[in-house]
């Protein structure tokens, strides 16, 4: 199970930190990550992270959003600076045993949390 919380209201250039708590949850070669859907658009990925630390950021985030994880507390995190209004979607936690899965079609979703910027 993944939980997110964190979410919610800022101002164009504001700060919001993300976080997401797995239980009943092993990680192998695979991951962690978070993924988002705007009104109207696809999920995209915008960032994951490697059970080892590698990271993966998608453009339009970089040098913005940073992902880390603490394996003693199963938490991951997403800090999220100079916030846009093109970052309001929802946000999820997603995770997946698999790198290539983790990428492109994870395995286990969260609920969602919203994040708007205006």
């Known amino acids: 199970q993944l939980v997110e919380s964190g979410g919610g209201s800022v101002q164009t250039g504001g700060s919001l930190k993300l976080s997401c708590v797995a239980s009943?949850?092993?990680?192998?070669?695979?991951?962690m990550g978070w993924y988002r859907q705007a009104p109207g658009k696809e999920r995209e990925m915008v960032s994951v992270?490697?059970?080892?630390?590698?990271?993966e950021y998608t453009v339009s985030v970089k040098g913005r959003f940073t992902i880390s994880q603490d394996k003693k507390k199963n938490t991951l995190y997403l800090e999220m600076n100079n916030l846009q209004t093109d970052d309001t979607a929802v946000y999820y936690c997603?995770?997946?045993?698999?790198?290539?899965?983790?990428?492109?079609?994870?395995?286990?979703w969260g609920q969602g949390t919203q994040v708007t910027v205006s």
């Open positions: 997603v995770a997946d045993s698999a790198w290539t899965e983790l990428l492109d079609k994870p395995t286990y």
């Open positions: 992270i490697a059970d080892y630390g590698f990271k």
């Open positions: 009943g949850y092993t990680f192998g070669r695979g991951g």
